[in-house]
């Protein structure tokens, strides 16, 4: 069973095919959401493989570009729709923790001036149960403050601002550039999802008031 990742969150489009014996992926960061489909047919080309071997697909939702996000929402639910493979939704800054410790990374993200996307995961909560949080520069400091996260996923803004390296190398805190981890981190984010949503979607009220809130999040599955 072969997983395609999709990632639109950012500049561009990231894209890779993972298996057993089969890991490939290509970083276009012109993509638009017309070329997304020539991003595919050369991925399926590398991995010499056809797109019917592949059987689940995930796409991150977000938090990132509202354009590149709807563009390769749109586009996965696409290659889903006739239900030979199976569609799947995951947090990106929920995605990022894979690249440090899933129970002890937090992650910082730009949003605009000022602004950023921020999640940080304690020991213990679970992966899909992490508050994620859109704060201002002091209220992303204050929590750093009080953090016991051992790794930080950061993108280059969060290193071009003093105060942010400055606590974080304090607290011996290990910084990843979240533009250096490979997409074939991403599929433990199959596992995580696909076993919390087995499990919490399986009252169908509790299905119907979480596809409220996210709709686009396991769509064939349900």
């Known amino acids: 069973m072969l997983d395609l990742i999709v990632d639109t969150s950012r500049a561009g489009a990231r894209m890779g095919i993972f298996g057993e014996n089969i890991s490939e992926e290509i970083v276009d960061n012109n993509a638009r959401g017309e070329s997304l489909l020539v991003v595919l047919d050369s991925l399926l080309k590398k991995a010499s493989v056809s797109l019917d071997a592949i059987k ?3 796409v991150l939702r977000g938090p990132g570009s509202f354009t590149g996000l709807r563009t390769g929402i749109a586009f996965c639910e696409g290659l889903c729709f ?7 939704g995951v947090s ?26 921020f999640r940080n995961s304690p020991q213990g909560e ?9 704060w201002n520069t002091e209220r992303v400091l204050e929590s750093l403050k009080n953090t016991t996260a051992k790794f930080a996923v950061v993108d280059s803004a969060v290193l071009t601002e003093e105060v942010f390296q400055e606590i974080l190398n304090e607290k011996g805190i290990e910084i990843v550039q979240e533009s250096e981890g490979s997409l074939s981190l991403f599929r433990e ?3 995580h ?21 996210f709709p686009i999040v396991f769509q064939t599955e349900l």
């Open 92 to 117: 990106t800054l929920a995605a990022l923790t894979l690249y440090g410790n899933v129970e002890s990374t937090l992650v910082i993200l730009r949003a605009r001036t000022g602004y950023w996307y």
């Open 82 to 88: 006739t239900g030979k493979r199976k569609l799947y």
């Open 193 to 213: 999802t696909c076993a919390y949503f087995a499990h919490f979607l399986q009252d169908k009220e509790t299905r119907r008031s979480y596809l409220q809130c």
């Open 56 to 58: 689940r697909v995930l």
């Open 126 to 134: 679970s992966f899909a149960e992490v508050e994620e949080c859109f």
């Open 189 to 191: 984010a199959l596992t």
